[in-house]
């Protein structure tokens, strides 16, 4: 008799797991971001195919579900340092691996201002992690954060000035042969010589140019907009201590309406009073939270050798500790959420449209950013606790890619 009854679950095993393999959808059920009304969302083959909503007078369900959300700048996370002497394949499936974990589910890996060799040897890494199989849904693309940045102390941050210079395209294709075209964002100065030609070639051949470590003028910014710039990195960061109250980079990029900022709301790169000025004037539909987080993002305090410097990693930030500067952001951008609901007492669909529309839009990342049918399946189960993200659970194109429990 145990043998029969074994013999009969293992067929009823067998044939569900063929039903599930000719069927390959998922269903999630919790309170929708939009509305906040309880829904079923049901996808199939990676896709959006089914959104229900529900009426459940029972139900105490906590558990909110949103787009995965987009972070558009990150250096590394979990140790994993993208403009590292020895970034690997495994290195960047360890870092987005992390990044599910907070509710990440599309990032642009971020190469800053260093060794042109290295620059080349590293994007070709991420060129392979693009194409990777278990990983490669999640990097639609890259961000080079100059090295075409002011190279005048403050505004260069803690980026080195030795490898700072101005614009060069043949440069920059050389860059971007090595990436295999993975380069989709680039940050840089609109005051340097050749900036201006150069953000024409960007955006004719795709790239999209942000604004950033910069003194630009108004008119250099205007120019720099003329040519297709569209965003402005990390606004607020990346500049000098002290700059002139009525001649700043700040006033141009903020009260031009074809600029969208990207912003670090992590609670200690900005001031409460920054964030919420920015979110008045640019409103929810044109600002871009990004973590701008470090590989030390995740690792515990201390101080860090990385290259030719010392940092400190703090519980909330990463400086440099000679100077007494910020260096970087060791938040991931789920964080940034909850930061900038508590800041302007913005509603949660405004959080995520920061976190996750906006970005995908800017972008052009069709099937990104919204739950909707025919989207790509790329949504977060998470609960709110003081206005903070706890995530539960991550999926990428319907598949589960962490799961709390």
């Known amino acids: ?120 040897e590293n994007f070709a890494v991420l060129a392979q992690a693009m194409n990777d199989p278990e990983i490669g849904k999640s990097i639609p693309g890259f961000h080079l954060e100059g090295p075409y940045i002011s190279p005048v102390k403050g505004f260069r941050g803690a980026h080195l000035e030795k490898y700072i210079k101005n614009p060069d395209w043949k440069e920059f294709q050389e860059l971007q042969k090595a990436a295999n075209n993975g380069i989709k964002i680039i940050t840089l100065a609109p005051e340097l010589e050749g900036a201006i030609p150069f953000i024409r070639n960007c955006v004719e051949s795709g790239v999209l140019v942000s604004l950033g470590h910069h003194n630009g003028s108004a008119e250099q910014i205007k120019l720099a907009i003329d040519a297709g710039a569209k965003m402005a990195t990390h606004l607020g960061n990346g500049c000098a ?94 964080l940034c959420v909850g930061v900038v609901m508590d800041y302007t007492q913005c509603r949660l669909v405004e959080a995520i449209q920061m976190a996750s529309t906006n970005p995908a839009e800017m972008m052009s990342l069709d099937q990104l950013g919204e739950i909707e049918q025919g989207k790509r399946a790329d949504f977060v189960l998470f609960s709110l606790e003081d206005k903070q993200m706890k995530i539960e659970k991550t999926y990428v194109a319907g598949e589960l890619v962490y799961s709390a429990n």
């Not at 495994?90 to 509710?103: D, N, P, Q, S, Y």
């Not at 008045?280 to 701008?292: E, M, P, Q, Y």
């Open 1 to 120: 008799m145990k043998t029969t009854m074994a013999l009969i679950a293992s067929l009823l095993f067998s044939f569900n797991m063929l039903m599930d393999s000719k069927d390959n959808s998922t269903s999630v059920e919790g309170i929708f971001y939009l509305d906040e009304e309880e829904v079923v969302i049901t996808s199939t083959d990676g896709v959006i195919s089914k959104i229900e909503h529900i009426t459940n007078e029972n139900s105490d369900h906590k558990t909110y579900i949103a787009p995965g959300l987009i972070d558009l700048q990150i250096n590394g996370y979990l140790g994993v340092d993208f403009s590292g002497p020895d970034l690997t394949l495994e290195g960047v499936r360890k870092a987005t691996k992390a990044l599910w974990k907070a509710g990440v589910t599309t990032y642009y890996p971020t190469i800053i201002t260093s060794d042109f060799s290295r620059m080349k």
């Open 241 to 334: 201590n002290e700059i002139n109250r009525h001649h700043n980079p700040l006033w141009p990029q903020l009260s031009d309406d074809r600029i969208t900022p990207s912003i670090i709301a992590d609670g200690f790169h900005l001031t409460k009073e920054e964030v919420r000025s920015f979110y008045k004037v640019k409103g929810a539909n044109k600002l871009i939270l990004v973590s701008d987080a470090l590989d030390l993002a995740g690792l515990p305090p201390g101080e860090y050798i990385r290259g030719e410097r010392k940092l400190l990693l703090t519980p909330n930030v990463v400086k440099l500790p000679k100077e007494n500067v910020l260096a970087g952001a060791a938040s991931p951008i789920s």
